[in-house]
């Protein structure tokens, strides 16, 4: 099944503590991407990935780090998490950068005490 | 001024109505545009994608783009409990690569 995974599912931390969220994709998908979603924000771009080793940042990437160092893998990473990025994170991914659809995780919702 | 403009809702019908949902946006560069459902503890769902103005029909669904008023809408016949979602908007490309400039996304309760 096609899918993008995610995990944690869940995740309540303290501010500091450095964190890792994982995501793949088994569909062969060039272009990863990591958004936040917040109420009454919307989904907002954090990160994305155009290719292995290719990344660059998106709408607000402050307190954020990724790597692509494989294609089906796009970690999130936050070093040292504050309360301001206790939210709802989606990672999605489509075949390449040109417009195609992209498809989503089922989420991470981070807690940050 | 956001560059998506989305009613929020909630929009409560009765089964069998038809749900219509729509967008506004700012940007005449966006080119392509998509209609995500989103369920509870789940994450956006891709219901439909058009490329260029005009409708596009899938079973219950049609989308319509009218990129000379920067206005898209969804059209749900027939609607089901089913149905009952958060719906978004998503158009591009953005300024980079594969962006999505996200609407908030509109609150769909359909009774029964």
């Known amino acids: 099944e096609a899918q993008v995974t995610q995990n944690p599912r869940y995740l309540i931390t303290v501010t500091g503590k450095k964190l890792t969220v994982t995501c793949s994709q088994n569909?062969?998908?060039?272009?990863m991407s990591w958004y936040r979603q917040d109420p009454g924000l919307g989904l907002r771009q954090i990160y994305y990935?155009?290719?292995?080793?290719?990344?660059d940042k998106g709408d607000v990437p402050e307190g954020y780090k990724v790597s692509r160092k494989e294609k089906r893998n796009f970690p999130l990473i936050l070093e040292s998490p504050s309360p301001n990025q206790t939210s709802l994170y989606f990672c999605?991914?489509?075949?390449?950068?040109?417009?195609?659809?992209?498809?989503f995780g089922d989420g991470t919702r981070l807690s940050i005490l | 001024q956001k560059e998506v403009e989305q009613d929020p809702g909630p929009l409560s019908v009765p089964e069998g109505a038809i749900v219509s949902l729509n967008c506004t946006y700012s940007?005449?560069?966006?080119?392509?545009f998509m209609w995500y459902r989103q369920y509870s503890r789940k994450g956006p769902e891709l219901l439909m994608y058009?490329?260029?103005?005009g409708n596009k029909e899938d079973g219950r669904f049609t989308a319509q783009v009218d990129k000379s008023s920067k206005y898209i809408s969804l059209f749900i016949r027939d609607s089901q409990p089913s149905d009952s979602a958060t719906y978004l908007c998503?158009?591009?490309?953005?300024?980079?690569?594969?962006?999505?400039?996200f609407g908030g996304g509109t609150r769909v309760l359909v009774k029964p």
């Open positions: 998503a158009m591009g490309p953005g300024a980079a690569g594969n962006k999505l400039t």
């Open positions: 058009t490329y260029s103005s």
């Open positions: 569909m062969n998908h060039e272009y």
């Open positions: 990935s155009m290719n292995v080793e290719v990344t």
């Open positions: 940007n005449s560069a966006f080119q392509y």
């Open positions: 999605a991914s489509s075949f390449d950068a040109r417009g195609q659809p992209q498809h």
